[in-house]
C-alpha cells in the first residue's frame, strides 16, 4: 500500500507541473503576446515593449518558463497583474466555497444515491436503470440551466446567482447561514445529479447481486424479511465498492464544482479561473490550474489510502 501511495505521490507531482507548464505555454501564445494583460491591447506605441521589459516578459519563454516553474517549486505563485495581490491569497480566500459545494455535493450524492439504488432494486425490470443512466448522461451546465429555470425564474424560489455576504456569519447567525443556503441549494443540487445517479446505478446493481448470495437466502429462509434481509445484511455488502469508488470520484467532483461557480456566479476559484482568464491575468490562471489539480489529486489520494480502511478486501493478506 504505502508503494501505491508513493507513486500516486509522485504521478501526481508530475501532473501538476505538467498542466502548469500547459496553462503556461496556452497563456504565452495567446493573441497579442504575454504582456497584453499587463499592458491592455490599446497601450501607446512602445508601452508594450516596456511593460513586457519591466516584468521579464521580453525573455525567451523557456527562459520564462523555468523561473516560473522554480518559484512554483518553492510554493510561490506570483502576484497578480489585475488585483496586484498574491495569486495564493486569492485562492485561499475563495477555497473555502469551493471545497464546500464539493464535499456538500459529495455527502448528499452518497446519502440520496444509496436510497434511490435501494428503493430500485426492489425491482430488475430495466427502467431504474435507463432513467438513471438518461440522467447520468446530463452535463452539469444543461441541469443547472434546467433548475434556473425553474426554481430561480419559473417559480421564484431561490436566487438566480451570486452568494449571501459571507464575510459577516456572525452579525446574522442562523438567518444568515439559512440565506446563503438557499444561494447555495441550485448549485449544490447541479453538483449532486450526476454523482448521485453513478451511487444509485451502483448500489443498485450491488444489492441485486448481493440478494443472490447463500447467506441472504439463509437469512430469509429463517423468517426475516426480504425488505429486512436487504437492508440489514445485503446493503452493508453492497455499499463496501460504492464508498471506495465515491471516494476516487472526489477529483471529478472538483472539476464539476468549477463549472457549477462559474454557472451561478459563484465566487469560487472557477469564476476566479474565468475571470483572470478573460483579463489575461495570467499568473491567476497558472495559479487556479495548479490549485484545481492539487485538489483532484489530493481527493484521489486520500482515496487510495481510504479504499482498504473502507472496503476489508482491499487490504494486504494477514492485516
Not at 143 to 150: D, G, H, R, Y
Not at 176 to 196: D, F, M, N, S
Not at 254 to 268: D, S
Amino acid at each position: 500500500m504505502a508503494g501505491i501511495l508513493l507513486r500516486r505521490l509522485a504521478f501526481g507531482f508530475i501532473a501538476i507541473f505538467a498542466s502548469a507548464s500547459l496553462a503556461f505555454v496556452l497563456a504565452w501564445h495567446a493573441p497579442g503576446g504575454p504582456a497584453v494583460g499587463l499592458a491592455g491591447e490599446y497601450g501607446a506605441p512602445g508601452y508594450l515593449e516596456e511593460v513586457a521589459a519591466r516584468y521579464g516578459l521580453d525573455r525567451p519563454a523557456f527562459e520564462v518558463w523555468l523561473g516560473w516553474m522554480g518559484r512554483l517549486l518553492r510554493g510561490d505563485l506570483g502576484h497578480s497583474w489585475r488585483e496586484q495581490a498574491s495569486v495564493a491569497a486569492l485562492i485561499l480566500e475563495r477555497l473555502p466555497l469551493t471545497l464546500s459545494l464539493t464535499l456538500a455535493a459529495a455527502a448528499l450524492a452518497a446519502l440520496a444515491g444509496t436510497l434511490i439504488g435501494l428503493a430500485a432494486s426492489a425491482s430488475e425490470r430495466r427502467w431504474p436503470v435507463a432513467a438513471l443512466s438518461a440522467l447520468h448522461a446530463v452535463p452539469g451546465y444543461v441541469v443547472a440551466q434546467a433548475l434556473v429555470l425553474v426554481f430561480a425564474l419559473g417559480l421564484g424560489l431561490l436566487p438566480v446567482q451570486g452568494i449571501a455576504d459571507s464575510r459577516a456569519p456572525a452579525a446574522g447567525g442562523l438567518a444568515w447561514g439559512l440565506e446563503r443556503l438557499r444561494y447555495l441549494a441550485l448549485p449544490i443540487v447541479a453538483l449532486t445529479l450526476h454523482q448521485l445517479c453513478f451511487v444509485g446505478l451502483l448500489v443498485r446493481a450491488g444489492l441485486i447481486a448481493e440478494m443472490r448470495q447463500p447467506y441472504v437466502v439463509a437469512a430469509e429462509a429463517r423468517g426475516l424479511s426480504r425488505a429486512a434481509a436487504r437492508w440489514r445484511h445485503a446493503l452493508p455488502n453492497a455499499w463496501l465498492p460504492v464508498a471506495t469508488l465515491t471516494a476516487m470520484r472526489l477529483g471529478s467532483l472538483v472539476g464539476g464544482a468549477l463549472v457549477i461557480e462559474v454557472a451561478f456566479a459563484l465566487p469560487g476559484l472557477g469564476r476566479l479561473a474565468v475571470s483572470a482568464a478573460m483579463a489575461r491575468d495570467h499568473p491567476v490562471v497558472i495559479g487556479t490550474v495548479v490549485a484545481a489539480c492539487g485538489m483532484a489529486w489530493a481527493a484521489n489520494l486520500l482515496a487510495d489510502a481510504a479504499a482498504p480502511w473502507l472496503d476489508p478486501r482491499l487490504r494486504p493478506a494477514g492485516r
